[in-house]
């Protein structure tokens, strides 16, 4: 903070995940993986993939909103100011997003073919 | 459709969508090595010698060592584990665990980078060396102080680092166990009651706001636990003011006033009778003594000995006391030796000493060094930038930011720095160590 420069988010995010990063590698590389599997298979379901994928990511949303305070140690009752409740659908939109994006690969493979 | 019938993401062709996805991959993993703040090369032969390798030290290194090609750069400290301290208070708080707070310095330190593992015992700045305690000579072109200071437990009298989590006492400030003794300590004051006893030394301390954080935090676990009733909370000001920034001043008093926390103005603590669980405090009407339950002591914080007894310790004026590091509180240089630096706790400069100051000191410093190299004027200036997240309550917080001049410089202007909410407290309990670590690696 104090004059932050702009691009200093990114590594703050960066540092937050870095305890986790062989795993968050692991899964990016396993996405990349199922990706091609359903690239090569043909006719993927992608239609059909994202819409399950939108479903975990809201549902994903949902349960970081409430859990998100209590996993700062904090009750729902610490929310006190608009920005508190804006800063937590943020935090609990951008979870779902991630988690949404990260699970399309394996969605995407489960569904199977539009032929098959 | 794609140009081959697959439904692999609309309009992009089998080959054009694998080759994009390993471009994204690539991309999030390497995004942030792609802006780096510290950068442009400067080719040099010059020997820099960075004393300490705490938060001020490591992040120069870090910077220091991407900024100059073909420099010599040495690290010079015993301390082999590294302590994220602002985390202390969440320990004392009953927040966090210890060993959340501990790192190895190695994992810190950058490549190319020596790291004498000793501590300095003489500081030469007529003779641009340093003597280590293991009687180690070490030359340098550009010094730069980072040894932070010391905490004068035995300023206190019948006061010592040992008594901390025995006989009521506790600190936050002396490291992860004893913020954990404290936590013991002040979780036995909840169960039994009586009179808490708070406060801060006069002189420069780091985290200012720590002191006011253990007692708003001691009265959060009081209420938490019905238990508020039973016991009495007084905070000894050092002078006539809570908290050195006005508006933060108003606003912690305020606080205090509507939980019930008596402040007691220029109360300095001089002396502890630990067995019969007495503290004594210097005031304008002489000694008052006060039986306690618990007592939360801050020291009094000084340089380390090597920097007040060497020719880079003020020599007049309200810094020289201590023999705080005689830097220009804007330019970060040496006021007499244009060759070294100073960041951190140890620098003699009106505020700054929070590891949000080193942060915006950093590039500060590195700039300055870098263009001092060059072989001109030092143009990067610190504008006194001082940052605490004052914890009010398990779960709430207000991130106090200010500068030289006592404004308040809010970073997140969607933020009032004066109320308690969540968010602050989320960023103190989830992204400040992210953030500090990023500081260390010399990337923000
Ligand atoms: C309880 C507590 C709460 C805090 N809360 C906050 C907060 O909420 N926000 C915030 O921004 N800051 C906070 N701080 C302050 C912050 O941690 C310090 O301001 C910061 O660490 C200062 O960095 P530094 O490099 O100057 O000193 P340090 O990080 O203390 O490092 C100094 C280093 O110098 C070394 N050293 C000492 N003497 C010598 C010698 N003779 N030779 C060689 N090496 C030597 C030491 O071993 C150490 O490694 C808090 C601090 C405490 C204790």
Same mark, same amino acid.
């Given at each position: 903070?104090?004059?932050?420069?702009?691009?200093?988010?990114?590594?703050?995010?960066?540092?937050?995940?870095?305890?986790?990063?062989?795993?968050?590698?692991?899964?990016?590389?396993?996405?990349?993986?199922?990706?091609?599997?359903?690239?090569?298979?043909?006719?993927?379901?992608?239609?059909?993939?994202?819409?399950?994928?939108?479903?975990?990511?809201?549902?994903?949303?949902?349960?970081?909103?409430?859990?998100?305070?209590?996993?700062?140690?904090?009750?729902?009752?610490?929310?006190?100011?608009?920005?508190?409740?804006?800063?937590?659908?943020?935090?609990?939109?951008?979870?779902?997003?991630?988690?949404?994006?990260?699970?399309?690969?394996?969605?995407?493979?489960?569904?199977?073919?539009?032929?098959? | 459709?794609?140009?081959?019938?697959?439904?692999?993401?609309?309009?992009?062709?089998?080959?054009?969508?694998?080759?994009?996805?390993?471009?994204?991959?690539?991309?999030?993993?390497?995004?942030?090595?792609?802006?780096?703040? &510290?950068?442009?090369?400067?080719?040099?032969? %010059?020997? $820099?010698?960075?004393? !300490?390798? *705490?938060?001020? /030290?490591?992040?120069?290194?870090?910077?220091?060592?991407?900024?100059?090609?073909?420099?010599?750069?040495?690290?010079?400290?015993?301390?082999?584990?590294?302590?994220?301290?602002?985390?202390?208070?969440?320990?004392?708080?009953?927040?966090?665990?210890?060993?959340?707070?501990?790192?190895?310095?190695?994992?810190?330190?950058?490549?190319?980078?020596?790291?004498?593992?000793?501590?300095?015992?003489?500081?030469?700045?007529?003779?641009?060396?340093?003597?280590?305690?293991?009687?180690?000579?070490?030359?340098?072109?550009?010094?730069?102080?980072?040894?932070?200071?010391?905490?004068?437990?035995?300023?206190?009298?019948?006061?010592?680092?040992?008594?901390?989590?025995?006989?009521?006492?506790?600190?936050?400030?002396?490291?992860?166990?004893?913020? &954990?003794?404290?936590?013991?300590?002040?979780? %036995?004051? $909840?169960?039994?009651? !009586?009179? *808490?006893?708070? /406060?801060?030394?006069?002189?420069?301390?780091?985290?200012?706001?720590?002191?006011?954080?253990?007692?708003?935090?001691?009265?959060?676990?009081?209420?938490?636990?019905?238990?508020?009733?039973?016991?009495?909370?007084?905070?000894?000001?050092?002078?006539?003011?809570?908290?050195?920034?006005?508006?933060?001043?108003?606003?912690?008093?305020?606080?205090?006033?509507?939980?019930?926390?008596?402040?007691?103005?220029?109360?300095?603590?001089?002396?502890?009778?630990?067995?019969?669980?007495?503290?004594?405090?210097?005031?304008?009407?002489?000694?008052?003594?006060?039986?306690?339950?618990?007592?939360?002591?801050?020291?009094?914080?000084?340089?380390?000995?090597?920097?007040?007894?060497?020719?880079?310790?003020?020599?007049?004026?309200?810094?020289?006391?201590?023999?705080?590091?005689?830097?220009?509180?804007?330019?970060?240089?040496?006021?007499?030796?244009?060759?070294?630096?100073?960041?951190?706790?140890?620098?003699?400069?009106?505020?700054?000493?929070?590891?949000?100051?080193?942060?915006?000191?950093?590039?500060?410093?590195?700039?300055?060094?870098?263009?001092?190299?060059?072989?001109?004027?030092?143009?990067?200036?610190?504008?006194?930038?001082?940052?605490?997240?004052?914890?009010?309550?398990?779960?709430?917080?207000?991130?106090?930011?200010?500068?030289?001049?006592?404004?308040?410089?809010?970073?997140?202007?969607?933020?009032?720095?004066?109320?308690?909410?969540?968010?602050?407290?989320?960023?103190?309990?989830?992204?400040?160590?992210?953030?500090?670590?990023?500081?260390?690696?010399?990337?923000?």
């Amino acid at each position: 903070m104090g004059n932050m420069p702009i691009y200093a988010p990114l590594f703050v995010i960066f540092e937050m995940f870095r305890p986790v990063l062989p795993w968050l590698v692991a899964v990016v590389v396993i996405d990349a993986l199922l990706l091609a599997v359903a690239a090569l298979r043909g006719a993927p379901r992608g239609r059909r993939a994202t819409g399950v994928s939108i479903v975990i990511g809201i549902v994903v949303a949902v349960i970081a909103a409430l859990r998100l305070p209590a996993f700062t140690h904090a009750g729902l009752g610490d929310l006190v100011t608009v920005m508190d409740f804006v800063m937590l659908a943020l935090a609990a939109l951008g979870t779902g997003v991630a988690v949404g994006i990260l699970a399309f690969p394996l969605v995407l493979v489960l569904s199977g073919t539009r032929r098959g | 459709m794609a140009d081959n019938g697959y439904e692999t993401g609309r309009g992009l062709s089998r080959r054009r969508f694998l080759k994009l996805a390993g471009v994204a991959a690539m991309g999030a993993a390497g995004a942030p090595w792609l802006i780096d703040p &510290a950068r442009a090369q400067v080719r040099t032969s %010059a020997r $820099v010698v960075i004393a !300490g390798a *705490g938060a001020g /030290g490591l992040a120069m290194a870090s910077r220091l060592s991407r900024l100059l090609d073909g420099a010599r750069i040495t690290i010079v400290d015993s301390r082999e584990i590294h302590w994220y301290q602002p985390g202390f208070t969440l320990i004392a708080g009953g927040v966090w665990a210890p060993d959340r707070v501990t790192t190895p310095n190695s994992a810190f330190m950058p490549g190319g980078v020596e790291w004498i593992k000793a501590d300095i015992a003489e500081f030469d700045p007529d003779g641009n060396r340093v003597v280590t305690d293991q009687g180690q000579t070490v030359r340098y072109d550009y010094l730069v102080v980072a040894t932070g200071l010391e905490l004068d437990y035995g300023d206190i009298e019948g006061m010592e680092r040992s008594l901390i989590g025995q006989h009521g006492i506790g600190s936050v400030y002396a490291g992860p166990q004893h913020a &954990a003794a404290t936590w013991a300590t002040m979780q %036995a004051f $909840v169960e039994g009651g !009586g009179l *808490g006893i708070f /406060g801060r030394p006069p002189g420069g301390i780091k985290c200012a706001g720590a002191p006011l954080k253990m007692t708003l935090l001691t009265d959060y676990h009081l209420r938490e636990a019905g238990r508020r009733g039973r016991a009495e909370l007084i905070y000894a000001a050092h002078n006539d003011a809570l908290f050195g920034v006005a508006p933060v001043n108003e606003r912690v008093t305020e606080m205090f006033g509507s939980r019930g926390i008596e402040p007691q103005y220029s109360h300095v603590l001089k002396a502890v009778d630990p067995g019969r669980r007495t503290a004594t405090f210097d005031t304008p009407d002489g000694d008052a003594t006060l039986d306690y339950d618990f007592l939360h002591v801050v020291p009094p914080m000084s340089p380390p000995d090597p920097v007040t007894n060497s020719a880079l310790a003020w020599q007049e004026g309200p810094f020289s006391d201590k023999g705080w590091l005689e830097v220009d509180q804007y330019t970060m240089r040496h006021r007499r030796y244009p060759n070294v630096f100073g960041i951190g706790d140890v620098n003699g400069i009106p505020k700054g000493k929070t590891a949000a100051s080193v942060k915006a000191q950093a590039p500060v410093v590195a700039g300055n060094l870098v263009r001092v190299i060059e072989d001109r004027e030092p143009t990067h200036r610190y504008n006194g930038y001082t940052s605490c997240p004052l914890v009010t309550a398990v779960g709430q917080a207000m991130l106090v930011e200010f500068d030289y001049e006592g404004n308040l410089i809010p970073s997140f202007p969607f933020l009032d720095p004066l109320e308690p909410s969540w968010v602050p407290w989320m960023m103190e309990e989830l992204m400040l160590r992210p953030a500090y670590d990023a500081v260390l690696r010399g990337r923000i």
